[in-house]
């Protein structure tokens, strides 16, 4: 799989992540869901993002490497 491929799979997966917890979380209202959000969402979205900036610059290094072997 491409980086660009892995990137949009990361986003759609996210994506599709938040919108189910968004649809749980209406149904789930107790101090453990609450819990469950601090511990493993808040932080999600500043992780991701950091994951996709990576993914960014390693696909521009490839493309570096890959034109300076031409």
Known sequence: ???SGSKSLLTDATRHLLV???DTRNA???HKA???EDLYLTDLATA???ALRAIDELD???QKI???CE
Request: glycine residues 0%; charged residues 25%.
């Open 28 to 30: 789930w209202r107790d």
């Open 34 to 36: 609450s819990e469950f």
């Open 60 to 62: 521009h290094l490839l």
């Open 20 to 22: 189910r917890w968004a």
């Open 1 to 3: 799989m491409s980086l």
């Open 66 to 68: 890959h034109a300076d």
């Open 48 to 50: 991701v993002n950091t």
